[in-house]
């Protein structure tokens, strides 16, 4: 009998004890789904523009933007592996000192970049073209190139108006970057033509981003199937992943930060994880991060937005920086989190497990003598407990987007480019 018992365990036949979850659990639960609709972003008028999004897809997967014409933001933000690269640090044309994240559901999101050193998805779309590690180009020769291209030039300009005439060398000569003292020598009306046609066609990559939705999790229907108490919708989570559940919104305290429908809060926390180089934190973190995007042209709150007193501009400029903000990071999403290894944002740990390991233990744990938050304890969970918690979190998977959104295609259809 009992021989049979657990054999029977083991292949699945005996029903292991439905969870109960208390009323506040479940009130913590509900909270975490569905993901809502994609808001529309009044720092950009296109935000919402089916054509900008296709010029967006375009620029998207071209590596021709790219100083040796092999790196383009795919490259970095793979469709297949949820627009990541599986890489602890990006690759472009060198390699950088943090991590790529996902892409998906990034419209979403308050700030961008690991420190937020952007406060809107299109301003984000202009730091890779000039980072010397990514596409180690500059700005006047990736609006030449769309000025230069037939289709390009097309759909830029049915969209947002005539371009600059780009092919004059003398006045936009491609060569220079705008962190250069030849860039401040060029007239302001100039530099200004460039900045605001560079802008719109990051306003297109981020109409493009905007359509990148994950939201149909297991996960997503068990909520469901709290909300309408229905036992099949229920079923769509194992009891071991409704445990690591319970725990999640309970005693592992991970709500705390992982929290609303994206499992992220949307701020910026110093949680000590050891370095991926060895010895003390270099990385300032948030710290840095808040004044670039004050200080930057190209905030909310600039010439270049489209709502330059709305909320997002006002959010910025209040931040004060404080020395809480040194090394600490953006909550990362956790949708999809099965698919987006390796974890941190220098990529440190390899797996989920590496990841709940070291919030159960706090081993290594980078202290630092700043005024660092200390909101973390070892949570002590037994083996069980980590395989259900990590359960859990594979119950965040959803489907990838449509296909159509997977690809290159000619920018001024979005429908993928003629065979040449
Ligand atoms: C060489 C690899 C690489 C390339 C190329 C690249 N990215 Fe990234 N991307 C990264 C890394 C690394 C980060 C995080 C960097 C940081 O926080 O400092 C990032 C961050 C982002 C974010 C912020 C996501 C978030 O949750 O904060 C978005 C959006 C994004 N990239 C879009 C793009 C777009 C659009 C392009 C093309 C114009 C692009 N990336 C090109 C590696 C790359
Ligand atoms: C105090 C806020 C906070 C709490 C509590 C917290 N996290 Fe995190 N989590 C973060 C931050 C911040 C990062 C990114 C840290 C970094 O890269 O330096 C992170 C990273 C992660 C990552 C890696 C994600 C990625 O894409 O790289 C996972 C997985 C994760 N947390 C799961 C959990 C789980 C599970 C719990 C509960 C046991 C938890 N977290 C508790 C703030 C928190």
Redesign the pocket.
């Known amino acids: 009998m009992l021989l049979f018992c657990s054999l029977s365990a083991v292949l699945g036949l005996v029903a292991e004890p439905p969870v109960e979850f208390t009323p506040k659990e479940q009130r913590r639960i509900l909270q975490h789904s569905p993901v809502p609709a994609v808001p529309e972003d009044t720092t950009n008028a296109w935000s919402m523009d089916p054509d900008a999004a296709h010029l967006g897809q375009a620029l998207?997967f071209d590596s021709g933007f790219s100083r040796n014409n092999q790196?383009?933001?795919a490259?970095?933000?793979g469709p297949m592996i949820a627009w990541t690269?599986a890489l602890p640090l990006?690759?472009?044309l060198e390699t950088?000192t943090?991590?790529?994240?996902s892409?998906l559901n990034?419209a979403h999101?308050r700030w961008?970049?690991?420190?937020g050193r952007a406060d809107t998805?299109w301003s984000?779309?202009m730091h890779?073209?000039e980072t010397v590690?990514?596409?180690d180009s500059t700005r006047i020769a990736y609006i030449r190139r769309i000025h230069d291209d037939t289709a390009y030039r097309e759909a830029y300009e049915s969209i947002f108006g005539p371009l600059p005439p780009m092919d004059d060398e003398l006045r936009f000569p491609p060569g220079v970057r705008s962190d250069s003292p030849e860039w401040d020598e060029l007239p302001a009306a100039d530099r200004a033509l460039v900045d605001r046609a560079f802008a719109n066609c990051s306003k297109a990559?981020a109409a493009y981003?905007g359509r990148l939705r994950s939201v149909d999790s297991p996960f997503d229907t068990f909520v469901e199937g709290l909300r309408e108490d229905d036992p099949g919708k229920l079923a769509a989570l194992t009891p071991a992943q409704q445990r690591g559940l319970q725990l999640f919104v309970g005693e592992a305290g991970c709500r705390q930060c992982h929290s609303g429908p994206l499992f992220s809060d949307f701020e910026f926390h110093n949680i000590g994880i050891p370095t991926g180089h060895g010895g003390p934190p270099r990385d300032p973190g948030r710290f840095a991060g808040l004044k670039v995007v004050q200080n930057s042209p190209f905030s909310a709150h600039g010439p270049f937005s489209d709502d330059p007193n709305g909320s997002r501009a006002r959010r910025t400029a209040s931040v004060v920086q404080g020395q809480e903000h040194w090394g600490s990071f953006?909550t990362p999403t956790l949708r999809n989190i099965e698919r987006t290894a390796p974890y941190m944002?220098q990529g440190q740990m390899g797996q989920l497990e590496d990841v709940l390991a070291f919030y159960n233990t706090l081993e290594d744990m980078q202290v630092q003598d700043h005024h660092q938050e200390t909101v973390l304890q070892p949570l002590d969970l037994t083996e069980e407990q980590l395989a259900d918690l990590a359960a859990f979190l594979r119950s965040l998977t959803s489907p990838l987007p449509s296909r159509s959104l997977m690809g290159p295609v000619d920018p001024r259809t979005g429908k993928p480019p003629a065979k040449q």
């Open positions: 998207f790196v383009s933001c490259t970095c933000h690269d990006a690759t472009g950088g943090r991590h790529s994240p892409l990034a999101q961008f970049f690991w420190d998805l984000q779309a890779p073209i590690a990514e596409f990559i981003e953006k944002h």
